[in-house]
């Protein structure tokens, strides 16, 4: 059993909703990225998503675009995020999945890149723009080093794609909200808590909800529809960019702790 699949256990055993965040390495600093993840995940997270920067953040919305651009700004790469990651999952609770485009995945090397996450203590892993039928080159050695390979699930997905996803997908299944590129919303689509019913009539598997969610009661609608996470990328990362680094980890911990305590507070 990976560490992402005893985390949902976990939860599941005690009825609770995973607050999964995201922040962007790199942005501001890879410095300032380490303490966050200790930050986050000492005010509440789960599990910790932490996406590396990118020069064609094509699923991305403007926040997120902007924090990569940032990040790659200052120089950041795959290699230093790896070496910041080695020198910090170590000391976090929360299992890290790292987010990044099929590109570098493919120029590094599949095998070579799995082994270099999996040394850096990374337990699970998505890539946004894998195309689910290239998704078994990457699930097997994923699988065989005991990386999650976690696929997504949009919205528009047919019922026999949403099944084959379903199937398929390690850890958790991503539920993409809406249609569209990552960012906040000013309300989430109640479609979602009927393609959270579809997706459970083919598999028992743990479903992250993501894209949209902007402050604590939008986290409280997707868990009261029934997800089993709770994922907010934008929300987080506007903060953390907010002010001096030190207001925005004063930021990001204040709001990750208001996203869990919401979300686990019976209604
Ligand atoms: O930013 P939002 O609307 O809160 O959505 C989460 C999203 O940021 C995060 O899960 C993510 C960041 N980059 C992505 C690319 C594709 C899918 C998901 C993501």
Redo the contacts with the bound molecule.
Sequence with gaps: MTAISRCFETLRRNHECALIP?ITAGDPDLETTAKALQVLDRSGADII?L?VPYSDPL???P??QAAATRALARGTTLDQVLEMLQATTPSLQAPIIL?TYYNPILHRGVDKFLEQIKTAGVAGL?V?DLPLEEAAGLLKPAGEVGIDLTL?VAPTSSAQRIEAIARASQGFIYL?SVTGV???RSQMESRVSDLLTQIRRVTDKPIGV????SDSEQARQVREWGADAA?????IVKRLAEGTPESGLDAIAQFCQTLKTTITTPS
């Design positions: 995201f998503e996406g699923a991305d919305g926040v997120i987010f998505v946004p997504l993409v990552t960012g906040m993501g894209f949209g969610i994922i907010v990328g934008s929300a």
